[in-house]
Each structure stands twice: as C-alpha cells, then as structure tokens.
C-alpha cells in the first residue's frame, strides 16, 4: 500500500487501536478468541496437529511396542526443532514484507515474555497485504512439515506432528492480528509499525 503513516488522517482514516509490543499477549489473547474464520482456522489447525500426533503416538505404541520413554524423547525433539524454526518463521515474515514493498525490516525479540516480531518501519499495510504477510510462514512450515510427514516413519512422524502443533499453537499473534481486521470489517483497516517507540497502530475509515 504505497501510503505513509503521515497520509493517513488526509486520507480520512481515524486511529482504532494502538498495541505496544511488550504488550502483546493480552491483544492477542482478545482477538483469538473472538471467533470469525481466522480464529477457527487457527483452533482447527491446533486440533488436527494435536489427533495427529495423539495418532501416530498409539499407533506406534501400540503396533511397534515402541517404548513410551522413547515417544516422549521424541516429542521432546519436535519441541526442540520448533524452537529452532522461530528464525526462519520470523524471516519469512521479512520476506513477505519485503515482497509487499517495504523497504525497512527488522526483527524483535524479548525472551523474558517470550515473544518474536518482524517489524517493517511505518510501512503502511491494508488487509489483502497483511494476510499474506501474516499467513506465509504458518502456509510455509506447515505445509513442508506434512510433505516431509509423508516420506517418513511413524515414529519420525512424532517428531515432525510435535514440531507442527508447537509451531501451530505459536501461530496465535499472527491470527490474532487478522481476526482484528476481521472484527473490524466494516471499516477499510490499515496497520503499520513504529519501530522506535515499539508499538503497532491500526486505523480505520468507514467503506
């Protein structure tokens, strides 16, 4: 969306909501669960990663004999491996961004609250813009963690539906994020963020 943040109000958008990052959780805590597709998406994404794994977990136990201390060894290497995908999570959103046209990205991290951002500097983005920014990198991973599913054992399986709920459930800022646009539909919504005073403002004017 080639507009600055400064164009806004000329444009007839008036401020909705501003989130400070350090403040996030409670954001996305609201607008997760405020129902719309975006927030059944992410609830059916969970649950389906979640039959999954309970799935191949009985199925392997059951069949193979395989010993529980070695199925929660391999659960705990899919907990691992997701947390060794937040980088590539967050690079992907960089690259969405950059695809989209912004020319300032950098990344936030704050492990104390545990959370992780791709930020484009007052890089202006409507709804269209931001769901293929937010989406790309859960369509990304999830997508080659079940087509590596596919070529392995059960027991490898695992590791890689572990990997895929733990990475589905860390999801939830980005889903959050578009069930705002969503709860807000009526109005055109635009975002972008303020990297140096750590905080993402959201406006809006009427259609």
């Not at 889903?175 to 705002?180: H, Q, V």
Request: net charge positive; aromatic share 18%; glycine share 4%.
């Amino acid at each position: 969306m080639k507009m600055k943040p400064e164009e806004l109000e000329e444009k007839g958008y008036f401020l909705l909501d501003k989130m400070n990052h350090a403040d996030i959780k409670p954001f996305v805590k609201r607008y997760i669960t405020k129902g719309g597709w975006f927030s059944y998406i992410y609830y059916l994404s969970v649950i389906i990663s979640f039959s999954f794994l309970i799935f191949f977990c009985v199925k392997v136990q059951h069949a193979d004999n395989y010993p529980i201390r070695k199925i929660l060894l391999r659960i705990s290497f899919g907990v691992l491996l997701s947390f060794a995908l937040v980088p590539f999570h967050e690079l992907i959103h960089g690259l969405a961004y950059k695809l989209a046209g912004a020319k300032n990205t950098s990344y936030d991290a704050n492990l104390r609250k545990f959370y992780f951002l791709a930020i484009a500097d007052k890089f202006v983005t409507d709804k269209q813009e931001f769901k293929f920014i937010a989406l790309a990198p859960f369509i990304i991973i999830s997508l080659t963690l079940l087509m590596v599913s596919f070529l392995t054992g059960d027991p490898w399986k695992i590791i890689l539906f572990t990997t895929l709920l733990i990475h589905s459930i860390a999801c939830s800022g980005d889903f959050a994020l578009l069930s705002y646009f969503e709860f807000n539909k009526r109005m055109e919504v635009v975002t972008y963020d303020d990297k140096e005073n750590e905080v993402s403002f959201f406006f809006g004017r009427e259609r």
